[in-house]
C-alpha cells in the first residue's frame, strides 16, 4: 500500500549526484539512505560515528500512523563490517531534523572508511500500533506458553 510521505532534500548535492532516496525496483521494501558528507570518513575499529544524510521526512501526510527503521544493508554488515551503532534505527513520525545513521565499524583492527555519498544503510516505513495500557495485576488470558522466554520452546 502506497502512503503518501513528504521528503525534504537538505543538501541539493543529493539531487545533482542523483542519490534521492528512491525504491530500487517495485516490490522493494525499503529504500537507501546515503552518507551526506564533504569528504571520505575513517571510522577507527570497534568505533561509531554520526553520518548526515542529508534528509528529513513527514510521514505525518501518511493515512495511518506509522514509524521509520533504519536497517544496515546487509552486503556492509557482511563484508566490511559497517553496522549500526544503535542495532535498529527508529524515526519516529513526528520527528521532521535530519535523519542520521549511527554507523559502527565492527573490525577490531581495520579502519572502515565510508565515502561520499556511498548507501550506508536503508529505511523501511511500517505502520504502527499505539497502545493505551490498562495495568493489571493478573492477564485476562493464559497462553500454553506463559512467562516462559530464552529458549523455552527449544532450540
Known amino acids: 500500500m502506497i502512503r503518501n510521505i513528504e521528503l525534504k532534500i537538505l543538501d ?7 542519490c534521492v532516496p528512491k525504491y530500487a525496483t ?3 521494501g525499503a529504500f537507501d539512505l546515503v552518507a551526506c558528507i564533504d569528504k571520505k570518513l575513517e571510522v577507527p ?3 561509531v ?3 548526515p544524510t542529508g534528509i528529513s521526512v513527514n510521514m505525518m501526510t501518511a493515512v ?5 527503521l533504519i536497517f544496515p544493508r546487509s552486503g556492509n554488515g557482511h563484508k566490511r563490517g559497517m553496522v549500526l551503532g544503535n542495532s535498529t534505527g527508529v524515526i519516529d513520525q513526528d520527528y521532521h531534523g535530519q535523519i542520521f545513521v549511527s554507523v559502527l565499524n565492527r573490525n577490531p583492527d581495520t579502519y ?3 565515502e561520499p555519498f556511498e548507501r550506508i544503510a536503508q529505511f523501511v516505513i511500517v505502520p504502527i500500533i499505539t497502545a493505551d495500557f490498562k495495568v493489571v ?12 522466554g530464552f529458549g523455552s520452546t527449544g532450540r
Open 12 to 18: 541539493n548535492r543529493l539531487v545533482e549526484k542523483d
Open 26 to 28: 517495485e516490490d522493494s
Open 45 to 47: 575499529p570497534l568505533s
Open 49 to 51: 560515528s554520526l553520518v
Open 64 to 68: 495511518e500512523a506509522c514509524v521509520g
Open 112 to 114: 572502515l572508511t565510508v
Open 137 to 148: 495485576e493478573e492477564f485476562s488470558q493464559k497462553t500454553q506458553r506463559g512467562s516462559g
